[in-house]
């Protein structure tokens, strides 16, 4: 559709030509906090002290761990959260409220399923109050442009995931907004569908077709950051911090197998890995890695699988993570859980992007079930302060026999009711498989009896 | 009362009464208290109410089951405004939800045959001497009985509304109003339309039993199927109720096939599911409509309405109370005040109320009372047993052949439907005639109608009942009992609650009409709550139905609280397959 495309082209060409050095930004971020109520009570700082910039012309990535914030402040730029201190501008006006000219792609696609694509489509400019024949023009160049050519009146339901995702982003492009903001877009997608739909979507970009200024977005997937973003902000958690910005200066399109390419992605798993931070906020004294220690759930049997993975052929007990993780089929995110948990319980260790079988880790994945169990059960209570505490505490107690919510409290006091459910389900599944304890969930007890 | 939806407690998970149900329990009877005291003070002569007498003329009949199906129409409209207004309402205000939740809770407790006697005298005073009135308080009747479950259904999916869809319609700046059409409404559309064909189907049972009522010396008789079976009744006609039950079977089959049927093949697109569905509902009424132009064109004006109406630019005014700094002091001063409201609102009502009930009854009525409601509890009790030794069974086997689940499936729910009212002079025929004791034998026609909730249920339940399971158990040869208390029995139970909890608050209502019946002039009584209120209502003695109505909703209450909601929530939590 021609004519679409030369709106769309000259909303862009208007956003080239105000992308001057000396014109004022698109988006201002300075000094923003933001904390929730933990369950405790008290405050669970999310973000600190975050400065960001957003000039026309550009795609930025936050890439970071999960729970670092990015979401968070992807939210407060959306005017969907306040934050709790600093200064949010968009176009130079304080962020209060979803501000005009900035649009949202959601990771769960948030389409309406009563509605068709077209009617999706169509939302947001209804809500502006666009006049009906105007509103149906452009909706039809935007569902053109992103590829939904005679899917107009089916229900979301009735597409696939990458179709779906289609919709989102017609959607929020139909209302040309200055900013596009994307909160891990692709990662509800199969591999090859994401891979598609980021290079259609950078296609257009850089042929300077869609009608938007300047992309933030959100991903913890590293390669996919590498790809698609000119420069990328990457965050360190508890709180969320700005730890550091990479600038991509690769053209268009990208190689995923370009040696500087590849360098970069090394480099930045390096830099994620590299110094792991502490998970606990630290207050008053208490060290990173006591009670309070967060534990991401990673079943044991995943577990044990890494580590025989690791000990076979080729790694022999020696891993570089990007290969590992593109081995396995994980994201970045993904494999960093795992092989924190492995150090946590000193089965390997993590250093510079790379992951080493210790001693106990080689002799781990030789051993029998059994075996296995017990090694498992002495790690975890030598290493992970807070199991110990709950089988001294059931050895104590005449009746052997504790309520989750004793120590679920003490989680609290830590950590958000998140992560404290988080870190009780890892306890349960770990300390059942280690036979530690045993743990009714109707009754949501811990005890020492076993089950039979 | 007679189909509740409290599968899913209020407010969090408090399984126990709390205060505010106290609250609204107090605040309700003394607004009973007060319509009474209004209407006590202006009873007219009414005697003009009878100036249309019903004949029992078979040719009649059609006409009546078009007053009857107009009455039961204008109902549901009412309870679909009301459901709109009072679920956004409580939805969107925390200090209404604090009030209407609870209230709407113990609502619906409240035995509307009971409630009846108000509502007709303060229609009818409202409109002295006209058919109005009385057609209102009927009206009202059915409302009552339909209302509260559409409501909770709304409040609950407005409180559910997907955060991301949420966010979706902030972030493309959707007005409250455009929000409340576009996302609040078509999200809570399923649950609002499978409520309200549920409570279409407890409706004809009230409709049928408030056309003909006496409070006092007023009857009011208006012309409808409910009053034809009163006067084939008084008649000992017999015939003439096997008219009225073929009227009936009818006019439940047209609405089932020219209303519900395609409303709910046409509300298949509001599921909030992202996924297609094998099996969508089908009607052919909306396939006529859909391929029909001229009836198509029928539909546009309609879809423009909706259009222009949920395109309009309305903002709603912030409700909920704001959060920062200095408006948080002051939102906790009006919080404050708006408790104390409440608080002296029903101390007032409580005072008022005891001094209404004390210048008549003494402590000894009240212990009575409470001995008669423990009677009809025990009826239930025993019934709802009885039905579930019966039907469970009986579901279970025929919801494992889906080729004949697929046939019974609907004729249940027909049954479920169909006013048993209607057919309980045949079974007093039977009790007149073989002399049997009215205390035994009329309690069966508490559970007539109300039985085929279990019935459907544990069909739906068995149908639904994974292949892959019945096979596993199939080849651990799991046979027999173990086959029924291991495999089957917790595979449907989260079903079979919904349908028990259903049919108990049916019965308690279906009490105030089953524990009193008659035959010409023969009376029959049996002892217990439901015929003391009916027996009250008769004689126009206010203080005593307000008492009765007070004793059954604390038990139907409790009744609820401390046995049907914890086996629900067991059952959802341990016993929910997939
Ligand atoms: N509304 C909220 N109330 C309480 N805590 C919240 C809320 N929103 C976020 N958090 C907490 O803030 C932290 C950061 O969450 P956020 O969603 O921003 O992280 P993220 O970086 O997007 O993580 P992910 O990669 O998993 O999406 C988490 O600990 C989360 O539990
Ligand atoms: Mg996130």
Redesign the interface.
């Known amino acids: 559709m021609p004519l679409a495309s030369a709106a769309f082209a000259l909303a862009n060409q208007e956003g080239c030509m105000l992308d001057q050095p000396n014109q004022p930004s698109l988006l201002d971020i300075r000094g923003v906090c933001r904390s929730f109520p933990k369950g405790s009570g008290e405050e669970l700082l999310v973000l600190e002290k975050v400065d960001l910039t957003l000039r026309s012309g550009e795609i930025v990535g936050l890439l970071g761990r999960s729970g670092s914030g990015k979401s968070t402040l992807l939210r407060i730029i959306a005017g969907l959260v306040a934050p709790s201190s600093g200064d949010a501008k968009c176009r130079g006006e304080a962020i209060k409220g979803p501000p005009n000219g900035v649009a949202m792609v959601f990771q769960s696609f948030a389409l309406f399923p009563w509605l068709t694509v077209l009617q999706n489509v169509e939302l947001g400019l209804e809500a502006l109050g666009i006049d009906s024949a105007e509103r149906r023009k452009r909706a039809l160049a935007a569902i053109d442009l992103i590829g939904l050519d005679g899917f107009e009146s089916a229900y979301p339901k009735e597409l696939s995931g990458g179709m779906r995702q289609r919709v989102g982003f017609a959607r929020a492009l139909v209302v040309h907004p200055d900013l596009l903001l994307m909160d891990e877009p692709f990662s509800a997608l199969d591999v090859l569908t994401a891979e598609t739909l980021r290079t259609d979507l950078i296609d257009l970009w850089i042929e300077g077709r869609l009608p938007i200024k300047s992309v933030l977005m959100v991903t913890h997937n590293i390669e996919e950051a590498v790809l698609m973003c000119d420069r990328i902000l990457v965050f360190s958690s508890n709180p969320g911090r700005v730890a550091a910005e990479i600038k991509v200066d690769l053209p268009h399109p990208r190689n995923r197998l370009d040696p500087m390419f590849r360098q970069l992605v090394d480099s930045i798993y390096a830099r994620m890995t590299q110094r792991p931070e502490p998970k606990t906020p630290a207050l008053e004294g208490i060290p990173g890695s006591g009670v309070g220690m967060i534990l991401n759930h990673v079943s044991s049997n995943v577990l044990s699988g890494l580590i025989e993975t690791l000990a076979g052929p080729p790694y022999n007990g020696h891993a570089d993570l990007p290969v590992l993780a593109g081995h396995l089929q994980l994201e970045a995110d993904e494999i960093f859980h795992l092989g924190e948990a492995l150090q946590l319980l000193r089965f390997a260790q993590l250093s510079e992007g790379d992951l080493m079988l210790s001693d106990a880790g080689k002799r781990f994945a030789h051993l029998e079930t059994d075996a296995r169990k017990r090694l498992f059960a002495e790690h975890l209570v030598n290493y992970v302060p807070v199991m110990g505490l709950i089988r001294r505490v059931l050895d104590e107690r005449p009746s052997h026999s504790a309520p989750a919510a004793r120590f679920r409290n003490e989680l609290e006091d830590y950590m958000s009711e998140d992560y404290a459910d988080e870190t009780l389900k890892t306890i349960v599944s770990w300390g059942r498989y280690a036979e530690l304890f045993a743990y009714d969930e109707q009754s949501e007890l811990f005890s020492l009896e076993n089950p039979h | 009362m007679n189909l509740q939806d409290i599968r899913t407690p209020a407010l969090g998970q408090v399984l126990r009464p709390n205060v505010w149900d106290v609250v609204a329990l107090v605040l309700i009877i003394g607004t009973m208290v007060a319509l009474v005291y209004g209407g006590e003070q202006t009873t007219l002569p009414l005697s003009t109410l009878d100036v249309n007498p019903v004949s029992l003329d078979p040719a009649n009949l059609p006409l009546y089951a078009l007053r009857t199906t107009m009455r039961m129409l204008l109902a549901i409209a009412c309870s679909i405004v009301f459901t709109f207004i009072y679920a956004a309402l409580a939805a969107k205000s925390r200090r209404a939800e604090i009030v209407l939740i609870p209230l709407l809770d113990i609502l619906q407790s409240v035995p509307i045959l009971g409630f009846l006697t108000f509502t007709v005298v303060f229609f009818l005073n409202l409109f002295p001497g006209k058919v109005l009135g009385a057609e209102l308080a009927c009206v009202f009747a059915i409302f009552t009985s339909q209302a509260w479950n559409m409501t909770f259904s709304m409040y609950q999916s407005m409180r559910n509304v997907?955060k991301?869809?949420e966010?979706?319609?902030?972030?493309?700046?959707?007005?409250g109003w455009?929000r409340f059409w576009?996302?609040d409404v078509?999200f809570a559309?399923p649950g609002l339309i499978w409520n309200t064909m549920m409570s279409m189907s407890g409706g004809w049972f009230f409709v049928v039993a408030s056309e003909a009522i006496t409070v006092g010396n007023t009857t009011v008789t208006l012309p409808g199927i409910g009053s034809y079976v009163a006067l084939a009744i008084q008649e000992k006609n017999l015939t003439a109720i096997g008219y009225a039950i073929l009227a009936m079977l009818l006019v439940i089959i047209a609405y089932d096939q020219l209303l519900f049927r395609p409303v709910v093949a046409w509300a298949d697109?509001?599921?909030?599911?992202?996924?297609?569905s094998a099996s969508a509902p089908t009607s052919w009424m909306l396939d006529l409509f859909r391929r029909t132009r001229a009836l198509r064109a029928l539909t546009y004006p309609f879809t423009a309405l909706n259009r222009a109406v949920s395109?309009l630019?309305i903002g709603f005014p912030r409700l909920a109370a704001a959060s920062k700094g200095g408006s948080e002091r002051q939102s906790r001063v009006i919080d404050a005040v708006w408790l104390a409201t409440i608080l002296a609102g029903t101390g007032y009502a409580a005072w008022k109320s005891y001094q209404y009930l004390s210048a008549t009854l003494d402590l000894s009525d009240v212990v009575t009372t409470i001995g008669y409601g423990f009677i009809t509890l025990a009826r239930v009790a025993v019934l709802i047993a009885l039905a579930t030794l019966i039907w469970v069974p009986i579901g279970v086997w025929i919801g494992l052949r889906p080729k004949l689940a697929e046939r019974i499936q609907p004729l249940a729910q027909f049954l479920a439907a169909f006013p048993a009212n209607l057919a309980f002079p045949v079974f007093v025929v039977i009790i007149v005639r073989f002399g049997l004791s009215p205390n035994i034998w009329l309690s069966p026609l508490m559970i007539l109608g109300t039985q085929w909730y279990i019935l459907f249920n544990v069909i739906a339940g068995a149908s639904a009942f994974p292949t892959d399971l019945r096979e596993a158990a199939g080849s651990f040869h799991l046979k027999g009992w173990r086959w029924w208390v291991k495999v089957v029995l917790p595979g449907i139970f989260p079903y079979y609650i919904t349908g028990a909890i259903t049919a108990s608050g049916g019965s308690w209502n279906a009490s105030i009409v089953a524990e009193v019946a008659s035959w010409g002039d023969t009376h029959l009584t049996a002892t217990g709550l439901g015929a003391y209120i009916a027996k009250a209502t008769e004689a126009g003695d206010f203080p005593r139905v307000v008492l009765g109505i007070a004793i059954m909703c604390v038990l139907v209450t409790l009744f609820n609280r401390l046995l049907w909601r914890p086996l629900y929530a067991f059952g959802e939590r341990?016993l929910r397959l997939g």
């Open positions: 997907p991301d869809l966010e979706a319609s902030q972030s493309f700046h959707l007005t455009q576009r996302l078509p559309m697109k509001f599921r909030f599911e992202q996924t297609a395109n630019h341990r």
